[in-house]
Structure formats: structure tokens, C-alpha cells
């Protein structure tokens, strides 16, 4: 369960990575069904002002006594620097040897990498900063083409807004998707952009924007449990399948099978999450058909199977 939240600012903290974390972690969302979280702001010291990368302070009331206990440790972007505050990386360096969770926002991922959290995990970070990353921290598994990477208890973003895909990723982890997805609505975002979740999440499924495929999508999420074919889909579209085909994934990232089956899934895991139907009628429901195969593709997308999935989420969304 995720009910304590704790942001670790340093000098040179980035207000926006910052505000992510307020935003996702520490705006009362309990009027739309999300479980209320303790968010705390600590510092080295507590009342000593951080200065942020833009020429303001902030002023978190806490010190890093608010580690303790927390369920989730995050680290907002930061300027990146030879050294960080030792008293910092030997606090976070506690907490991820006790397997608490720690995040990472952008270039937070240098702190977490100083700490020596990284070596040998699988991360990322801004692409910008990739080169300098591995230079530094050569036995950390740097993946720098994804928005965000999952690794267990640790969980490191890319630049700037892929800060709101990770966060709302440690919701649906640990709250579900329809805590994920309330949140979601009101910052006006998407509520899941990536293709995929294990150890790492590969590179999104951005929303498409173009008016071209906007009304065929529109059809595709009306219609999930129909057969839908390239050529069908083409046809539509008004498009050869060939030029449909480019289109598709120059705007989605994905292929039309990858992005259908991937909005199959979660609307099974709210399906799973919020309703009694049985697996085969949530197949049914979803456009897989048979129990069968939504469980192939729910344990290769999600990492579990659909019964442990609602076994963990049911009670916490419904």
C-alpha cells in the first residue's frame, strides 16, 4: 500500500518535478475514491531553506527523520553536480538497503546513482544527460529510450513530464488503476501512456492528437470486443494499409495490434478491479474471447495473472 509519501529536496531542486510530486502525492483526491496519502517535504535540515534551480527557495518543515517509515522516497530533478550533501545519499542509501522504494524524477537519478542505489539496476534518465549518466555510474543498467523504468523498489524517469507517467505508475502499482485514473482526470492527462510493464516500461503509447486517426481510436475503444483488421481499419481511415499502417505508428509509437490489445488490457484491469465478472466474462467483455488468452496477454503486459491481479486490487477500488 502506498499512505506515506516522502520528497527529499536538495539545492538545485526543479520546482516542476517537484510540483509533480505535490500534485500526484499530496493534493487530498479522497472526493474522487483515491486513499488519502501522507505527504511530507523534508530537507537535510529541517527549516533551512533549498534553494531551486530557478532562482527561488523553498522551505520543507521536516529532516531526513521523515524517511522513516515512509512506503515511497522520491527525488525530485536537481542540478547535477560532482558532489551531493553526504548526509542525503547516506539516508537514501538506508532506505534502498532496507528495500523501501525510493523514485527518482529526471535528474534526480544522479542522487540515487551517488548513493550507489543504481549498480547493477536496470534506470533512466532525461536522454540530454544519458551520455554523462553512464560515464558516472557504469555498472547501473542505463535504458535511456523509455519514459521511465520500474526495477522493483526502484523506480527512476526521464525528463519532465515522464515524472507524471511514473508517478501515476507507483499509484496504479500500488492503489490500482482507478486511483491512477481518478488522479489522472483531474490533472488532465493521460492515465497510462506505456505499452507495457515488468521490469522495465518501454517506450509509451503517447495519445494521438492528429485529426486524421482520432476518430477511428474514438471507434476502436468503442468497439474492443470486435475483430478489428488493418485493412478494416484502413478503410475507415479512408487510407491504403500501407500508408494507415505508417501513419498508426508515427502517431501512436505502436502497431494498431499492440495499441488495441494494450487498451484491451486496461480496460480488463477496471473490469478485474471493479466489477464480480468471472475471468472468461471479463475476456469476453475486454475482446480477447476466451479466459485463455486474456491471460497470455494480461500476464506478458501486466506481469501477473488476472486472478492475482484482482485479488490485490478488487477490495482497494471497488
Known sequence: M??????????????FEFGVLCEVFGTDRTDDGVPPIEFRVCG??????????VGVTITPTLGLEALDGA??????????????????????RAAGD???????????????????????????????????????????RLNADVLFVDDGNIITSAGTASGIDACLHVVRRELGAAAATAIARRMVVPPQREGGQRQYVDTPIPECTSDSLQPVLAWMLETLTEDHTVAALAARARMSERSFARHFVAETGTTPHK?????????????????????????????????????HHFQRLVGVPPKDYRRTFANQTA
Do not use: K, M
Open 98 to 140: 532496507s528495500g523501501g522504494n525510493l523514485l527518482s524524477e529526471c535528474s534526480g537519478a544522479f542522487v540515487l546513482g551517488a548513493a550507489g542505489l543504481l549498480d547493477n539496476r536496470a534506470c533512466t534518465t532525461h536522454w540530454r544527460h544519458a551520455d554523462e549518466f553512464a560515464a558516472r555510474f557504469p555498472q547501473a
Open 44 to 53: 537535510e535540515v529541517a527549516g533551512a531553506p533549498v534553494r531551486s534551480n
Open 2 to 15: 502506498l499512505r506515506t509519501v516522502t520528497a527529499v529536496l536538495i539545492d538545485g531542486v526543479a520546482p
Open 259 to 295: 495499441w488495441l490489445s494494450a487498451q484491451r488490457i486496461l480496460h480488463a484491469r477496471r473490469l478485474l478491479e471493479q466489477t464480480g465478472l468471472s475471468v472468461d466474462e471479463v475476456a469476453r467483455e475486454s475482446g480477447f474471447g476466451s479466459a485463455a488468452l486474456l491471460r
Open 71 to 92: 512506503d515511497l522516497i522520491a527525488v525530485p530533478a536537481t542540478t547535477i553536480r560532482d558532489g551531493y550533501p553526504p548526509a542525503v545519499l547516506d539516508a537514501l
